[in-house]
Nanobody, 121 residues
């Protein structure tokens, strides 16, 4: 099993920044791709960003140029730096991990518990 623990959510004003972290533990040899989904009230969960162990990345069009995903393989931790935040970025952000090495995969094998991000003045 793999456990994913997120941190870094909160309330921020429009135009502000937040950094989310997700630390993996357990049978981490099973996972390759890690990333983030988000779900806003009344909406479907959507992929935000993903990164594989080689550093290849994938982003949703809505966050390109504003969000940056990175990974510290030594710490088994993935980060999501979110800049120029907008009210429409408000959602619960879920870390995930997959056994696939394909960064565009829709496969999800493990979920974190989610962290709330609220962008509001």
């Amino acid at each position: 099993q793999v456990q994913l623990v997120e941190s870094g959510g909160g309330l921020v004003q429009p135009g502000g920044s937040l950094r989310l972290s997700c630390a993996a533990s357990g049978s981490i040899f099973r996972i390759n791709v890690m990333g983030w989904y988000r779900q806003a009230p009344g909406k479907q969960r959507e992929l935000v960003a993903a990164i594989n162990s080689g550093g290849s990345t994938n982003y949703a069009d809505s966050v390109k140029g504003r969000f940056t995903i990175s990974r510290d393989n030594a710490k088994n931790t993935v980060y999501l730096q979110m800049n120029s935040l907008k009210p429409e970025d408000t959602a619960v952000y879920y870390c995930y991990a997959a056994r696939s090495a394909i960064v565009s995969t829709t496969r999800v094998d493990y979920w974190g518990q989610g962290t709330q991000v609220t962008v509001s003045s």
